[in-house]
């Protein structure tokens, strides 16, 4: 039986279901146990009901207190999980073989049960919503700051759901940056709109990523047709390379062929250079989870894996197209969320 201390709030949210800016998680064979301060006792108290919450004013000494008291030998960290400083305080003296395993918990992780995937679902489910409604409040003249403001409030569904991450919303040139930051650009009829969003339902992800021609009544769909010939020749790449790594997907596949499926499609057409990314990465409580998607990962596409398959190609100075989804690994291929 493994014995870990995690500090990762997602990794002591998928142990005991409840975590906060200041804890440290302790597993001792069946036994958990969560050790945090008053701020957060109370309500620690009031969810936690698979481990013990240990209230303290110095967390990293009640640590160093229990397990002494708990006669451990072996314990598993995440060496990305703590401080220099806090690790070097956690451990002295202790004479306890930690063992150092990066990305401990997402590994744990990698695999999600029935009940995961179904919030999964809904929490793409109300991702994909919340584009619509983006599409219907943009208009002419709004510049991408306002764009991004816009679906931060939309996204967000008055406070009803969080988000995964800050909002990409890019027009144009913008958007042949990956993870561009908003300018002060405005949009007008005919211009190229990539945007890419997500929610947080139940605290797991939702991830998409839809590029369209700013027109009237135009939605985040994947059938577009763009008025510029070299956009819209790029789109249909882009699409059809999505689609081969989707169709790529299933069991016993290695995740670098998944990526070579959207890769080479996009290199035979010249474009190999403009696809500089990752094909895809893990979606769980982290919005970058495992398994990762690219060229040198040889991990071994299993069911109940989710992660988002989105290729680009983006031509510096002019304009970028991604299309992202995120499916689910299934027993004979995959379903896209």
Same mark, same amino acid.
């Given at each position: 039986?493994?014995?870990?201390?995690?500090?990762?709030?997602?990794?002591?949210?998928?142990?005991?279901?409840?975590?906060?800016?200041? &804890?440290?998680? +302790?597993?001792?064979?069946?036994?958990?146990?969560?050790?945090?301060?008053?701020?957060? %006792?109370? $309500?620690?108290?009031?969810?936690?009901?698979?481990?013990?919450?240990?209230?303290?004013?110095?967390?990293?000494?009640?640590?160093?207190?229990? *397990?002494?008291?708990?006669?451990?030998?072996?314990?598993?960290?995440? @060496?990305?999980?703590?401080?220099?400083?806090?690790?070097?305080?956690?451990?002295?003296? !202790?004479?306890?073989?930690?063992?150092?395993?990066?990305?401990?918990?997402?590994?744990?992780?990698? +695999?999600?049960?029935?009940?995961?995937? &179904?919030? !999964?679902?809904? /929490?793409?489910?109300?991702?994909?919503?919340?584009?619509?409604?983006?599409?219907?409040?943009?208009?002419?003249?709004?510049? &991408?700051?306002? +764009?991004?403001?816009?679906?931060?409030?939309?996204?967000?569904?008055?406070?009803?759901?969080? *988000?995964?991450?800050? @909002?990409?919303?890019?027009?144009? %040139?913008? /958007?042949?940056?990956?993870?561009? *930051? @908003?300018?002060?650009?405005?949009?007008?009829? #005919?211009?190229?709109?990539?945007?890419?969003?997500?929610?947080?339902?139940?605290?797991?992800?939702?991830?998409?990523?839809?590029?369209?021609?700013?027109?009237? #009544?135009?939605?985040?769909?994947?059938?577009?047709?763009?008025?510029?010939?070299?956009?819209?020749?790029?789109?249909?790449?882009?699409?059809?390379?999505?689609?081969?790594?989707?169709?790529?997907?299933?069991?016993?596949?290695?995740?670098?062929?998944?990526? %070579?499926?959207?890769?080479?499609?996009? /290199?035979?057409?010249?474009?190999?250079?403009?696809?500089?990314?990752?094909? #895809?990465?893990?979606?769980?409580?982290? +919005?970058?989870?495992?398994?990762?998607?690219?060229?040198?990962?040889?991990?071994?596409?299993?069911?109940?894996?989710?992660?988002?398959?989105? @290729?680009?190609?983006?031509? $510096?100075?002019?304009?970028?197209?991604?299309?992202?989804?995120?499916?689910?690994?299934?027993?004979?291929?995959?379903?896209? !969320?």
């Amino acid at each position: 039986m493994l014995n870990y201390i995690l500090k990762d709030e997602n990794a002591v949210y998928f142990e005991c279901g409840y975590s906060c800016d200041n &804890e440290i998680f +302790i597993k001792f064979q069946n036994r958990g146990f969560f050790i945090t301060d008053s701020r957060y %006792a109370i $309500e620690a108290r009031s969810i936690i009901t698979n481990s013990e919450v240990i209230e303290s004013r110095d967390i990293i000494k009640s640590a160093r207190l229990l *397990l002494r008291s708990l006669g451990v030998r072996d314990m598993i960290y995440n @060496p990305s999980d703590f401080s220099y400083f806090d690790f070097v305080n956690l451990s002295r003296d !202790l004479h306890i073989n930690f063992i150092a395993k990066n990305e401990f918990s997402k590994l744990k992780r990698q +695999i999600k049960s029935s009940l995961e995937i &179904e919030i !999964l679902k809904e /929490a793409a489910r109300l991702g994909a919503s919340k584009f619509d409604e983006l599409s219907q409040a943009i208009s002419s003249g709004m510049s &991408e700051k306002t +764009i991004n403001f816009k679906a931060e409030n939309i996204f967000r569904d008055g406070g009803n759901l969080a *988000l995964s991450f800050n @909002p990409i919303t890019a027009i144009n %040139a913008n /958007a042949a940056k990956a993870h561009a *930051l @908003p300018l002060d650009e405005r949009i007008k009829i #005919g211009d190229l709109l990539l945007v890419d969003a997500g929610v947080k339902y139940q605290r797991y992800c939702s991830d998409r990523t839809r590029t369209a021609e700013f027109k009237d #009544g135009f939605k985040f769909t994947k059938e577009q047709k763009f008025s510029n010939s070299k956009q819209n020749e790029i789109y249909q790449i882009v699409k059809e390379a999505q689609n081969l790594a989707i169709k790529a997907v299933k069991p016993g596949v290695r995740a670098c062929d998944i990526d %070579a499926a959207a890769r080479d499609f996009i /290199a035979k057409n010249g474009y190999g250079e403009c696809f500089f990314h990752s094909t #895809g990465h893990g979606v769980g409580l982290d +919005i970058h989870e495992f398994p990762i998607i690219n060229p040198k990962s040889t991990t071994i596409i299993e069911p109940g894996m989710v992660f988002s398959v989105e @290729p680009g190609i983006y031509i $510096e100075n002019e304009f970028g197209i991604r299309i992202e989804d995120v499916v689910v690994v299934t027993n004979d291929g995959c379903e896209v !969320l």
